[in-house]
């Protein structure tokens, strides 16, 4: 059993920055990838970038390429996702994920935080 946990979230003005951090636990833990997605109001959970764990490469949904970052540090089983230049529409729960398919289909993916909330608004 893995567990996931969020961090980071919070209100910032357009054009601000944010950092989420996530925290993975469980002596099971040996994803093949592991994910941010997020979920805005009265939408479906949708991809924001994946990081590759054994190499580290990288994926980004076209809408946040550019502004956002996913890193990690292996040894604190930890990635995070920095968030540059934010825009109102970046507005969602944020959720990690780990999964032994590195996809961006939300279905590929069997272990989730409980989201952490992040809002722009002037």
């Known amino acids: 059993q893995v567990q996931l946990v969020e961090s980071g979230g919070g209100l910032v003005q357009p054009g601000g920055s944010l950092r989420l951090s996530c925290a993975a636990s469980?002596?099971?833990?040996?994803?093949?990838?592991m994910g941010w997605f997020r979920q805005a109001p009265g939408k479906e959970r949708e991809f924001v970038g994946i990081?590759?764990?054994?190499?580290?490469?990288?994926s980004y949904a076209e809408s946040v390429k550019g502004r956002f970052t996913i890193s990690r540090n292996s040894d604190k089983n930890t990635i995070y996702l920095q968030m540059n230049s934010l825009k109102p529409e970046d507005t969602a729960v944020y959720y990690c994920?780990?999964?032994?398919?590195?996809?961006?289909?939300?279905?590929?993916?069997?272990?989730w935080g409980q989201g952490t909330q992040v809002t722009v608004s002037s």
């Open positions: 990081i590759r764990w054994g190499g580290g490469s990288t």
């Open positions: 994920a780990a999964g032994r398919l590195a996809t961006m289909a939300v279905g590929d993916y069997d272990s």
């Open positions: 469980g002596r099971t833990f040996s994803p093949r990838a």
